[in-house]
Structure formats: C-alpha cells, structure tokens
T-cell receptor, first 115, second 110 residues
Framework: DTEVTQTPKHLVMGMTNKKSLKCEQH?????MYWYKQKAKKPPELMFV???????INESVPSRFSPECPNSSLLNLHLHALQPEDSALYLC??????????????FGQGTRLTVV | GQNIDQPTEMTATEGAIVQINCTYQ??????LFWYQQHAGEAPTFLSY????GLEEKGRFSSFLSRSKGYSYLLLKELQMKDSASYLC???????????FGAGTQVVVTP
C-alpha cells in the first residue's frame, strides 16, 4: 500500500464553521506534512510532524490547528477561516531519515472553498 | 531558509528533449526531489538525488551537483501527456523539511 488517503476530496465551509481534514497512510512513515496550494503556485509547507510530534510550523495562523493522533493519521482542524484560505490542501508522508531515499508520497488533496 | 530558482515556462515539440534547471540554497541538504504535477492534481514523485551525478529512469533523468547547488531534470522523447508543472524540491534541514520551487510549466506542442 503506497497510498496517502485524504478526506474529504471537496469541502465548502462558511467562515463561522468548524471542519476537519483527514489524512491517513499505512506505509509506516513517521513524517507527515500539510501543504497549502493556491492555483498556479507551488505547494507551500504548513506543518511537519515527526514521530507524532509537531516539528515545524511555518508561521501558520491559529485558525489552522494540526493534530497527529497516531502514526498513521494526521488531521487539520479548521475554524473561522477566511475566503483567502480557499485552496488545495495536500497531505504527504515520508520516512524520517537524513540519508536514505525518503520519497514523499502525496495524497490527492482536499479542495477547500470558504464562503 | 531556502532559495529555489527554476524557469517559469518551457515549450517543446513532441519527441524533443527538454532540460529543466534548478538552483538552490538551503540551510541543510539531504537530497533533492523532482515532482510532476498536472493541473488540479497532487504532485507525483519523479526522482530523488542524494549523491552527485546523473540518475536515469526511463525517459526522465535527473542530475545533481551538491557543490554548485544545482540540479536538472531531463525529459526525453516528449509526449503530450508530459505537459505539466515540474517542481524542484530540495530536502533540507536536520532531517526533512521539503519545500518546493515555483515550478516550471512545460508545454508540449504537436
């Protein structure tokens, strides 16, 4: 199984809503990532979890709250988002290693629209 | 921090060869990824270079020079389906911070 599964595929939410994005992998990867991608732009790193601990937060606003309940799951909790937060949210996972081939696998993303 | 430079767009005809260059500066370096991304889809892995030199994988090859902070992706025998954005991603930091260049949009024409 070399898949990263993200749900939902599409999400429309109001600015007062609370929603969560989910990401799951069963490759035994201990590094998991959240990226945000706007149209015609590269993915921008948001958060990195290593061994279920938050290791990198790229100055992301607190209305985005990540959670890693176990080594296979990564959530992104959303609250009080703005229309400019509308984007494709990508989850990725990889081995944690400085030297080995640490290919990062990406999920298909959640297309989020904030209205 | 990281600076990653790659051309914005390249156009080539079917059957031709295209070389996408990437220069980077990172605070640490473990290796460099190349990803392909079609519009509206997730990035898909093409290659990962850790050591200097050329790695060939079918029609795609990737080259790395760590001392020069330089990599290129070579696409041979171009096909229409190769029209996509190609993302250079140095893998830096103490163990694994993956950030992407702006991407090079390759347009393959008949």
């Amino acid at each position: 199984d070399t898949e990263v599964t993200q749900t939902p595929k599409h999400l429309v939410m109001g600015m007062t809503n609370k929603k969560s994005l989910k990401c799951e992998q069963h490759m035994g990867h201990r590094a998991m990532y959240w990226y945000k991608q706007k149209a015609k732009k590269p993915p921008e790193l948001m958060f990195v979890y290593s061994y279920e601990k938050l290791s990198i937060n790229e100055s992301v606003p607190s209305r985005f709250s990540p959670e890693c309940p176990n080594s296979s799951l990564l959530n992104l909790h959303l609250h009080a988002l703005q229309p400019e937060d509308s984007a494709l949210y990508l989850c990725a996972s990889s081995q944690v290693s400085g030297q080995l081939n640490t290919e990062a696998f990406f999920g298909q993303g959640t297309r989020l629209t904030v209205v | 921090g990281q600076n990653i430079d790659q051309p914005t767009e390249m156009t080539a005809t079917e059957g031709a060869i295209v070389q996408i260059n990437c220069t980077y500066q990172t605070s640490g370096f473990n290796g460099l990824f190349w990803y392909q991304q079609h519009a509206g889809e997730a990035p898909t892995f093409l290659s990962y270079n850790v050591l200097d030199g050329l790695e060939e994988k079918g029609r795609f090859s990737s080259f790395l020079s760590r001392s020069k902070g330089y990599s290129y992706l070579l696409l041979k025998e171009l096909q229409m389906k190769d029209s996509a954005s190609y993302l250079c991603a140095p893998h830096g930091g103490s163990w694994g911070k993956l950030q992407f260049g702006a991407g090079t949009q390759v347009v393959v024409t008949p």
